[in-house]
């Protein structure tokens, strides 16, 4: 069974500091993993997304994360903190590379940003 | 990117009536759209899978007379909270495949509180 774990349920940097959030998946196929981002009553908006290509991959506004088998994360991450980027981000998890496969979502982790 | 138009973005109805939320695919065709429901603080929980033109497939869990779906045309899919009571008040969001990016586009959200 797939599954995913989000080991922080809270994170909090200053401005302009680096942001690691972290995701651990179970997959027992070759996963697609997702970054979503979901700001305050809004829908979710995709940052980026494994699919057995390259195992760094780039996001929108900076973000990336880095597809690790052997330690079976995918850990988001941005150099530099923006005001902006407070939200809640959940790891997600889709078996297969094709069709219409069930996401598994973390339990999300909320970024806090401080001046 | 697809964009899915999720209306109303917040309701609030009193306890023993109907909701009906809808979801729309733009410019792209959704054979399969997603449900999902999420409480305050929490993660987002696959209710059903809709399929157009026929049975949606629920989660273990989900009561599917309380929760119906309706998936009648490629670009439209539609939640009705029936009998709905507080307990049913949540933030529900839908989701398609993105045909462009392989990933998956959600809705706005709607907020919906029974009182």
């Known amino acids: 069974a797939q599954s995913v774990t989000q080991l922080d349920s809270h994170v909090s940097v200053s401005e302009g500091t680096p942001v690691l959030l972290r995701c651990n998946y179970s997959s027992s196929y070759s996963p697609s993993l997702f970054w979503y981002v979901q700001h305050p009553n809004k829908g979710l908006q995709l940052l980026l997304k494994y699919t057995s290509a390259a195992t760094l991959v780039k996001g929108i506004n900076g973000f990336e994360a880095e597809f690790k088998k052997s330690e079976t994360s995918f850990h988001l991450t941005k150099p530099s903190a923006h005001m902006s980027d407070a939200a809640e981000y959940f790891c997600?998890?889709?078996?297969?590379?094709?069709?219409?496969?069930?996401?598994?979502f973390g339990a999300g982790t909320r970024l806090a940003v401080h001046p | 990117g697809a964009v899915v138009s999720q209306h109303p973005s917040w309701v609030i109805c009193k306890s023993g009536t109907s909701v009906k939320i809808e979801c729309r695919s733009l410019?792209?065709?959704?054979?399969?759209m997603f449900w999902y429901r999420q409480f305050p603080k929490q993660s987002l929980m696959l209710m059903a899978t809709s399929n157009e033109g026929s049975k949606a497939t629920y989660e273990q869990g989900v009561e599917k007379d309380k929760f119906l779906i309706n998936h009648a045309s490629l670009t439209l899919s539609t939640l009705t909270v029936t009998s709905a009571h507080p307990e049913d008040s949540s933030f529900y969001i839908c989701?398609?495949?993105?045909?462009?990016?392989?990933?998956?586009?959600f809705g706005s959200g709607t907020r919906l509180t029974v009182v």
């Open positions: 410019d792209f065709q959704a054979t399969t």
């Open positions: 997600v998890v889709s078996e297969g590379s094709g069709g219409y496969n069930k996401l598994i």
């Open positions: 989701s398609a495949r993105d045909p462009d990016s392989r990933g998956y586009t």
